[in-house]
């Protein structure tokens, strides 16, 4: 919006035109918007939840403490973002809009699902099957018009590979594994999502590592320098638009983790969870790090890992891997402190970042 008014359409504010500045404007507008409207935020929904129990059955008794403590506030999360983005970001980029509906499409699956636990009282909200359906739609519907109403490239992309070298074009079944991604990784955050800070520190150390993706893949330099091809790396036209939408997570999940530390006075709920993780997986998609985001999201891959061998395996053998899946209960239950296991897994979180950005001089 902003961009239009201020360059695009009389161009007497120069500095506008540069993603670099808007990015910067975007974290900035989201943090302050999260920092000053939180508080009021929370009292609201503690009057309209009225002491609810929001915490899961399938957690460890010791959570029952924090019975009490108000839900979907990630809710004002996706709106700081959504409002930072509509107000600094091209709205004539089409990866911009799919991004953006992406992530609002999970934002409402997620808060139907929050609202149902509250009026329902019940903690399981909408059946799963019907959750992942209405995931599955929603992301190949919006992926189905990026390929077919737009150039946007249905080749993979492989880490320490020279993408001019091996690029493997899918065609139409990208639709598929672009989904699959997507998908994947808003469970997977939704899985993590169980401690005080925990899900909102490493999306905040990704959300900064894909500003530092999209930025190399396709920024311009002196008019002339391609930096995607000086890294071997797949050119997107137009992918440094997108560090608008990094910008705005960070800054919104800053805003958000202020007051979701331990001990955590909202929880972020099913419609930020869902919402960030899809967003997080959508960059992965835009930006060509399909499979790059398997190693920088690791935490959520080995959170929903932790899931799916511990079901398969008391399903095989009736025996229990871990003593409580996702992985973070475990450690709960060997005794670790919540601070403990939400600090490690932000440094493994951090480490992981490191390696996937590594991957770009790596080609």
């Known amino acids: 919006m902003l961009y239009y008014l201020l360059?695009?359409?009389?161009q007497w504010i120069n500095v506008v035109r540069y993603p670099s500045f808007r990015a910067i404007a975007a974290g900035a507008t989201a943090l302050i918007a999260g920092l000053l409207l939180y508080p009021s935020f929370i009292r609201w929904l503690k009057s309209v939840q009225r002491g609810s129990s929001n915490v899961r059955e399938d957690t460890p008794e010791t959570h029952q403490v924090k019975a009490g403590t108000p839900t979907m506030g990630g809710a004002l999360l996706l709106v700081a973002i959504m409002f930072s983005c509509l107000l600094w970001g091209d709205l004539t980029d089409i990866k911009m809009w799919v991004l953006m509906g992406i992530t609002t499409q999970f934002g409402l699956v997620g808060f139907i699902d929050d609202?149902?636990?509250?009026?329902q009282h019940d903690s399981k909200g909408l059946s799963g099957k019907v959750r992942l359906l209405a995931?599955?739609?929603?992301?190949?519907g919006m992926i189905s018009i990026l390929y077919f109403f737009?150039?946007?490239?249905?080749?993979?992309?492989?880490?320490?590979?020279?993408?001019?070298?091996?690029?493997?074009?899918?065609?139409?079944?990208?639709?598929?594994?672009?989904?699959v991604v997507i998908v994947g990784t808003a469970n997977a955050v939704n899985m993590t999502d169980g401690l005080d800070g925990l899900a909102i520190g490493p999306v905040i150390t990704s959300s900064f590592t894909f500003l530092v993706l999209a930025y190399a893949a396709g920024a311009v330099l002196l008019k002339s320098f391609v930096v995607a091809d000086y890294l071997r790396i797949p050119h997107i036209e137009g992918a440094e638009e997108l560090t608008v939408f990094c910008a705005a997570l960070m800054g919104a999940g800053i805003?958000?983790?202020?007051?979701?530390?331990?001990?955590?006075?909202?929880?972020?709920?099913?419609?930020?969870s869902l919402s960030m993780?899809?967003?997080?997986?959508?960059?992965?998609?835009?930006?060509?790090?399909?499979?790059?985001?398997?190693?920088?999201?690791?935490?959520?891959?080995?959170?929903?890992?932790?899931?799916?061998?511990?079901?398969?395996?008391?399903?095989?053998?009736?025996?229990r891997v871990f003593r409580m899946a996702p992985l973070h209960h475990h450690y709960e239950?060997?005794?670790?402190?919540?601070?403990?296991i939400i600090v490690r897994f932000w440094i493994i979180s951090i480490m992981l970042a490191m390696v996937g950005l590594a991957s770009l001089k790596l080609r």
């Open 255 to 272: 805003s958000f983790l202020w007051y979701n530390s331990y001990p955590a006075s909202v929880f972020m709920g099913d419609v930020g």
């Open 135 to 140: 995931q599955f739609v929603a992301t190949a």
């Open 150 to 179: 737009s150039d946007f490239d249905s080749r993979v992309s492989f880490p320490v590979v020279n993408f001019d070298l091996y690029n493997p074009d899918i065609g139409w079944v990208y639709i598929v594994f672009a989904t």
């Open 115 to 119: 609202y149902r636990k509250l009026r």
């Open 277 to 319: 993780g899809a967003g997080l997986g959508t960059l992965a998609v835009l930006t060509k790090n399909e499979i790059v985001s398997a190693i920088i999201h690791g935490v959520f891959l080995m959170e929903i890992m932790s899931v799916i061998i511990q079901v398969i395996s008391f399903k095989l053998t009736g025996k």
């Open 7 to 10: 360059y695009q359409h009389n």
């Open 333 to 340: 239950l060997k005794g670790w402190a919540e601070p403990k």
